[in-house]
């Protein structure tokens, strides 16, 4: 019996660490009708060794990580299995870097919408656990610094 308690009081305590992951200034870019991808964007940070391991969300039929990453002067992005936030240094999701690709989305993300997205991440223990995001739609043009990110994907 007072195992059991134990037992649990420890499950609870390792939940609650792991949910100061915290998630600052998340946005997705606009698109155009049509467009079937865009990127979404954020600065992730936790007090301990933490890692993004998936991402979903309503607008979109299909979710990956990504890294953006210049290679031989061509811009080029690949699906990573996980984008690590160390702890107290954290994570910066952005144009040109790692972002969360939303894809096969169902209708165009407008500005001025407001985005939800479910990230799973993953403590140093294995432990996972759900962020909901709700990140802001923000127009095509804003600073991508870095390649334009919907034109990229139109290849893939
Ligand atoms: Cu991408």
Do not use: C
């Not at 994570?91 to 997205?117: F, R, S």
């Amino acid at each position: 019996m007072q195992r059991t308690l134990i037992a649990s009081l420890f499950v609870l305590a390792a939940t609650s660490a792991l949910a100061q992951v915290t998630v600052k200034d998340p946005w997705v870019r606009a698109t155009v009708p049509h467009q079937t991808a865009t990127g979404a964007f954020m600065q992730l940070s936790s007090p301990a060794d933490a890692k993004l391991v998936s991402a979903s969300s309503p607008v979109a039929g299909v979710t990956e990580l990504h890294e953006m990453k210049m290679e031989k002067d061509v811009m080029k992005m690949r699906p990573v299995p996980g984008i690590a936030i160390p702890a107290g240094k954290g994570a910066e999701l952005k144009p040109g870097g790692y972002h969360v690709m939303l894809m096969n989305l169902k209708g165009q993300v407008k500005e001025g919408d407001t985005v939800p997205i479910t990230l799973v991440v993953e403590g140093k223990d294995g432990k996972r656990e759900t962020v909901e995001v709700k990140a802001a739609v923000r127009p095509l043009n804003a600073p991508a610094g870095g390649a334009d990110h919907g034109g990229m994907h139109m290849k893939h």
